[in-house]
């Protein structure tokens, strides 16, 4: 196969979770450019109305589905009307989180809440509902995305750590159950990403300097330099690879 083929998503659809804005989005032109049909996701239909049409300035065809990733049976009813009117789902990039900061003996129940539910809840509930098709018919491509987070803890964000924790192993348990069905199941860790998520940390200058330090690339990440890994784990390019956690993270975990 020539190695351009390696990386063509033509005929393939992508369900992302969460491709509303930031990462989510920039995978989501990222795809769509290598060929991919889309299906954007994310609770705020406005927000979703306006990311397909950047998508169709640059020329790429997408569907909107507007879920809550943590509610279970709206993701079972729209992952079945996905199938239903658009067709087979051959990639699904769970990718929709939150972030909520405080001190662990701060931290509230709701937010360990909202944090579970949308970080690791979500990502079995929509992995499950979108798995048991693939494995009928005996393929599939599954990205997690992870973070640094799943490796290295940080002040104040111990509970997104530990859900990031339990994604990175919940994606390996994925692949162990279901390599044998034809389907391979990813991680991509992001490090740090000027991102709305970030949006405080990118104005906080002593964060930025800790970060430039900590980071053997010294910078934050641009969006758009997470589409490469995400192409891969997402194409036949990665056909043997399974249960895998690609850092893209200018080696921050690289080093002490
Ligand atoms: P953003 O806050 O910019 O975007 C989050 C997206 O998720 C939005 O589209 C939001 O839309 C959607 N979303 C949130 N909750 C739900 C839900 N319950 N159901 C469906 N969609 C939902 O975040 P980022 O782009 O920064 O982060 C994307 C992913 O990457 C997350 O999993 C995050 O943890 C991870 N990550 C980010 C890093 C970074 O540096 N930015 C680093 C490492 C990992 P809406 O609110 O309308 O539902």
Redesign the pocket.
Known sequence: MPPKDLFSLHGRRALI????????LALARGLGEYGAEIVL????RD?LAQAQSQLKEAGITSSLSSF???DQTAVLSAVETIEQNDGPIDILIN????QRRAPLEDFSREDWDALMA??LN?VFFVGQAVARHMIRRKRGKIVN?C??QSELARPGIAPYTAAKGAVKNLTKGMATDWAKYGLQINGLA????E????AALVKDKDFTEWLCRRTPAARWGKVEELIGAAVFLSSDASSFVNGHILMVDGGITACL
Not at 41 to 44: C, K, L
Not at 95 to 98: E, L, T, Y
Not at 190 to 193: L, N, V
């Open positions: 979770t969460g491709s509303s804005r930031g990462i989510g996701n994310g609770r705020n927000a809550d990733a943590t990718n929709a989180g939150i949308t970080n979500a995305i973070s640094v992001p490090g740090y990403f991102t709305d998520m970030n």
